[in-house]
């Protein structure tokens, strides 16, 4: 590569970071929503710009996700539509700089927030002092004039927010948090100013401390939810931490160090030791241990050489590599890693629009339950002060932030836990479903099995071996099917070379046929010998003895006569027995589809404890046998190597791709597992259960608390400070019920301890 090469790419890489991203989706940041009512507000002012569709605004992760209908959009007119809507919105990009950027934006304002709190506790601490100081007997008021003048500030600086969102949502014909928190404390302090001015300063029947200390709590609430939203979110960020910024790229013979936008698929990086791999790749030169336990999960580095591949984000050892790139930016495997947790994060649930509803119309009943509470207070007779204080306190405990996160929070824990342990989610549908699945099938080949068959037997039955096997290695030269590379590996252990082939055809589920030396070669199973009209009744023997030893059989006939079998091995993983242990103990039914004869179908599902066993099964037979599992009234989970399974991976309840993470696997299925071990099956079902019970026990708590505390408030037996004390802690119990997830571990079975 010549030096000019890297200043065209240099000025490329300039020209197009200052152009519009053409992506089918838009990601932005959104600050400023503090409820779920919040978030709907956004995602109506982004439904209504044209040319975006199906709008998704993510609470716990304060950002949204639009889809590009028009080509033309411009991500500006998005950023503006949020901005008159009264939010603060920043375009997104899939690189880990902007996230940085975000994080950076997030962390300031929280300082921010976090010295305005100060100030708003060392204002409240003298107003609330006489309230704390009289259960110990001592009795003293602050003069009113006074105490109007500490809660000023906290009222009208420190609470400018609470107005701010309130008047922008009730330009847009919306409730939020910030109408129910300002219309409270300004009745409280208002009220208490009216007695001042009226005469009363010697600070008794105030309701200063009421205004101060429900702003100073909410802001506490928001502030800790702050914090512990961030926390959630570690599982995103670590994996963009992964990216390296630089590269060490071969450029006339030697490396130089560019940025990594400037590598491309072909080019040919360095990697020295302790260093992280810039690019998805194959190792050219050089051997070392890779640490991929953010990538896949796998706690152990795995070992790779010449010819092997790499992943990007993995930590070289103690060897220096020479590796060819062959996916960089967005095209590699971790770039598509980030996107799968983003969007299975950013996804609704089906309960989460029960919940929507719900908010929509949740501070306009709170509005009218308040109205209602002074009325009823003052047709009793209580007076205004009474039914006043009881009408703040409805106003501020009702609290829809608990009931919008609920789910958010529960979804961001629970998948980025799961990515942590090698586990993808590819939507918030395939973790719904997920939960529900009662019955786990599983292909054969490359999932129970290592997918590297082995030739263990050749009978020949006529001709040459060495000349039959010439044929079949010929005839089979260009295939990628595993039986193949079984073959070829082992004619070139003999030192045979392949002949030509033509007129090479292959039957779909039966095998393959070619001329070799004009002479009509076909390999493959029964079915194929008699749909090529061969009588091979002198396979039939061997092939059923071999067979029955769990082994994959292949007739070869040469000329319309038998010739020969080839059996090929291929050992269970080792993990395979115990995963299968491990559906069965979940009460989980459990059932091997192969297209292998029933005969190596059955060894190999008797070897690992199943009990149900198809054999001979084709890639439309798979997609049968699922779609007639279903019609049972099945929830079916298809687990599968994500390229050969494809039809029967998406024709399932729920796919489970089980391999290394290739296109086809993230495309297909619904749950990608990163590293090729059944045991993770399990566990996928596992934390998308533990998810699931964590929403609807967050929600059941988010409506009993406002079913428990609005008529509590009503009737006078919370406080406005008690009530402003409860509505921080139900959203912050929320956050903190949802961050238990992030303790899951998948269980360990021995051979994982």
């Excluded at 847009?172 to 300063?201: I, K, P």
């Excluded at 405990?397 to 998948?415: I, S, W």
């Excluded at 080949?445 to 039955?461: A, E, F, K, M, N």
Aim: hydrophobic share 50%; with cysteine; charged share 20%.
């Amino acid at each position: 590569m010549a030096v000019v090469d890297l200043a065209v790419r240099t000025e490329a890489a300039v020209a197009g970071s200052a152009g519009t991203s053409g992506s089918a989706h838009i990601r932005l940041a959104i600050a400023g929503m503090t409820c779920a009512a919040c978030a709907g507000r956004v995602e109506k002012a982004l439904a209504r710009v044209s040319g975006a569709a199906n709008p998704r605004v993510n609470l716990a992760l304060e950002r949204a996700d639009v889809e590009r209908v028009d080509p033309a959009l411009d991500a500006g007119l998005l950023v503006s539509a949020v901005e008159k809507a009264g939010y603060r919105a920043a375009l997104l990009d899939d690189e880990a700089g902007a996230a940085a950027d975000h994080d950076a934006q997030a962390a300031a304002e929280a300082r921010s927030e976090l010295i305005r709190l100060t100030i708003a506790a060392v204002l409240a601490v003298p107003i609330v002092l006489p309230m704390l100081a009289a259960p110990f007997g001592l009795a003293f008021h602050l003069p009113g004039p006074l105490q109007a003048l500490l809660a000023a500030p906290v009222q009208f600086w420190i609470g400018a927010r609470f107005y701010k969102g309130a008047w922008k949502a009730l330009k847009t014909g919306t409730g939020t948090m910030d109408v129910l928190v300002a219309l409270g404390t300004t009745a409280a302090y208002v009220y208490s100013l009216g007695v001042v001015v009226a005469g009363a300063g010697d600070g008794h029947g105030l309701y200063f401390e009421a205004a101060v200390v429900v702003i100073t709590l909410v802001l506490l609430g928001k502030w800790l939810e702050t914090g512990a939203k961030r926390s959630a979110t570690t599982a995103i960020r670590e994996l963009m931490a992964l990216k390296p910024e630089k590269a060490w790229l071969e450029s006339e013979g030697e490396f130089r160090q560019v940025p990594i936008g400037l590598v491309r698929a072909g080019d040919v990086v360095m990697v020295r030791p302790g260093e992280r791999v810039p690019v998805d790749g194959v190792i050219e030169e050089g051997a070392s241990e890779l640490d991929e336990a953010l990538i896949t999960g796998e706690s152990m580095a795995v070992a790779r050489g010449p010819g092997e591949p790499v992943i990007g984000g993995a930590i070289n050892g103690t060897g220096r590599l020479r590796v060819r790139a062959t996916a960089v930016g967005a095209s590699s495997t971790l770039a598509r890693i980030v996107r799968l947790v983003e969007n299975a994060q950013s996804g609704k649930a089906s309960i989460q629009r029960l919940v929507d509803r719900v908010t929509r119309v949740f501070v306009p009943a709170v509005v009218l339950a308040a109205a209602a509470t002074l009325a009823g207070w003052l047709l009793a007779g209580a007076g205004v002060e009474r039914g006043l204080i009881a009408a703040v306190a409805v106003l501020v405990v009702a609290c829809p932030c608990a009931l919008g996160l609920a789910t958010p929070m529960a979804l961001v824990a629970g998948t980025g836990v799961a990515a942590r342990h090698g586990i993808l989610v590819k939507d918030i549908a395939a973790l719904e479903r997920a939960h529900k699945v009662d019955t786990v099938v599983f292909d054969k080949t490359g999932t129970l099995t290592l997918g590297r068959p082995q030739v263990s037997d050749v009978v020949i039955t006529a001709g040459a071996r060495d000349d039959v096997l010439a044929c079949v290695q010929s005839v089979q030269g260009g295939s990628e099917h595993p039986l193949a590379h079984a073959i070829a590996d082992y004619c070139r252990g003999l030192g045979l070379e392949p002949r030509t082939a033509t007129g090479v055809r292959s039957v779909p589920g039966a095998g393959v046929v070619g001329v070799v030396d004009g002479r009509r070669v076909a390999i493959g199973n029964e079915g194929l010998m008699q749909a090529e009209g061969i009588d091979a009744a002198a396979l039939v023997v061997p092939a059923q003895r071999l067979e029955a030893e769990g082994k994959t059989t292949m007739r070869i006939a040469i000329d319309g006569a038998p010739a020969a079998v080839v059996a090929v091995a291929d050992r269970a993983r080792p993990e395979a027995l115990a995963a299968v242990q491990a559906l069965s103990r979940r009460g989980l039914r459990t059932l091997v589809l192969s297209g292998d004869v029933a005969r190596v179908a059955a060894a190999v599902g008797a070897a690992l404890g199943v009990a149900e066993v198809r054999g001979g099964v084709t890639p439309d037979g798979k997609l049968k046998t699922i779609e007639e599992l279903r019609h049972e009234g099945r929830t079916v989970a298809m687990v599968g190597d994500g390229i050969n399974d494809a039809p029967a991976l998406a024709g399932a309840d729920i796919g489970i791709a089980m391999g290394s993470g290739t296109a086809v696997a993230l495309e297909t299925a619904g749950i990608t597992l990163m590293r090729a071990d059944p045991w993770l099956v399990a566990a996928a079902l596992d934390i998308s259960r533990a998810t699931w019970r964590r929403i609807h026990y967050n929600l059941f708590w988010a409506f009993a608390y406002n079913v428990i505390a609005l008529p509590l408030a009503a009737s006078g037996h919370l406080s406005p400070e008690l009530a402003g004390a409860a509505m921080a802690m139900s959203s912050l119990s929320v956050v903190a019920s949802s961050l238990q997830l992030r303790r899951w571990k998948p269980q360990l079975d021995p051979a994982h301890a």
